[in-house]
């Protein structure tokens, strides 16, 4: 095992071990009440983005900021997402969730949608975040598809690319290949056909308003029953890529970990069903900024505990501690940023 590669400090009690119980128990327990405010944030080629900012936001300009990228078809609505940025809020951070085109309140403009390589629209929002917070320190975190792009959003950028402290990969598939066959597999396949009911239901609103660049008809679409096979005929085409296949090599970021030059921590769960149970043998070693925390069990952003007769998030937990961790840098970072112009980040 790589030095950056280790077991992470969590454990799933017996009756919670199952990996689909991991996976779907979040969905079932109570979530944080937290209020928001929705700001559509427009994109350079005449699209846009939602933002979700939890409320009430700090008010100190300098505040810490804290981003987060949603999984396929996720929202603020995800547990996930109302769970860590709660958190964050309670920490004192500015805390904001960005919707990939067409998962927030309003469909997008442009007939395109977003994918796991997708790393533009991050990288803009980043950037006009620096802008309007310059002496905040950031964080990111994304998780499943927006740990993807979020992991490969930053070993394009380097160390000096982004306006970013750390970043944070949760139960991200970084072998995009290798997910899409997991995911055809057993009770996998369950997950297979609520996120494929998801995206061609939206595809399906968008072919009846106006004709999409791809060679498809509805009932072509309605019998696409794999993820393989709806990205081969529709994200693929829509997105500039010559296949599936394509996509997917092209996309993976974890072929990049090794070139990782930002502090990132990467945290997944073998026993994943979204993915092979050999992931990280299949990549390269991660670069000395990367630690990796594998735990046995957790499934697919699960991690849930028992603790004292009652189940608690351990994700949140660590992602906290995290960010405690790096708050630490505030003093430091924040007169550096006074004394430093931003030119970086002006995109």
């Known amino acids: 095992m790589s030095r950056s590669i280790v077991n992470a400090d969590f454990r799933a009690p017996y009756v919670l071990g199952n990996r689909h119980v991991q996976t779907l128990l979040p969905r079932l327990l109570p979530r944080p009440r937290l209020a928001r405010d929705s700001e559509i ?3 350079p080629d005449g699209d ?21 990228f949603h999984g396929l078809e996720g929202s603020f609505a995800s547990p996930y997402a109302r769970a860590l940025l709660d958190m964050a809020a309670k920490r004192g951070w500015r805390a904001v969730l960005m919707h990939f085109r067409g998962c927030g309140q309003t469909p997008n403009r442009l007939p395109r949608a977003y994918h796991s390589g997708d790393t533009a629209d991050a990288y803009w929002v980043i950037g006009q975040l620096a802008k309007r917070y310059p002496t905040a320190i950031k964080v990111a975190a994304g998780v499943s598809l927006g740990g993807n792009m979020l992991v490969k ?7 000096d690319g982004l306006n970013l402290s750390g970043a944070i990969a949760i139960s991200a598939p970084l072998d995009l290949a290798a ?21 061609k239901r939206k595809v399906a609103a968008k072919m009846a308003k106006e004709a999409l660049p791809i060679d498809l008809t509805h009932e072509q679409l309605r019998r696409l029953d794999s993820l ?11 997105h500039g890529f010559s296949s599936a296949s394509d996509y997917y090599q092209r996309c993976s970021a974890g072929r990049l970990i090794g070139d990782i030059e930002l502090p990132t921590l990467i945290l997944h769960a073998n026993d994943d069903p979204f993915m092979p149970s050999n992931l990280f043998d299949r990549l390269p070693a991660p670069a000395e900024a ?3 925390e594998i735990t046995p069990q957790g499934g697919h952003v699960g ?3 028992i603790e004292r007769g009652r189940t608690y998030p351990w994700l949140v937990r660590r992602v906290a501690r995290q960010l405690d961790d790096w708050s630490l840098l505030l003093p430091k970072a924040q007169a550096w940023l006074r004394e430093t112009p931003i030119s970086r980040s002006d995109s």
């Open 41 to 43: 944030l427009e994109l």
């Open 48 to 68: 846009f983005v939602e933002l979700a900012w939890a409320r009430p936001a700090p008010l100190a300009a300098d505040a810490p900021l804290f981003v987060l």
């Open 153 to 159: 959003l930053i070993a394009e950028q380097g160390g």
């Open 179 to 199: 997910s899409a066959e997991a995911l055809n597999h057993g009770f996998a396949r369950v997950y297979q056909r609520h996120l494929l009911a998801s995206l």
């Open 228 to 238: 393989w096979a709806y990205d081969d005929a529709v994200t693929a085409p829509l």
């Open 290 to 292: 990367v630690r990796v």
């Open 303 to 305: 991690f849930i505990g």
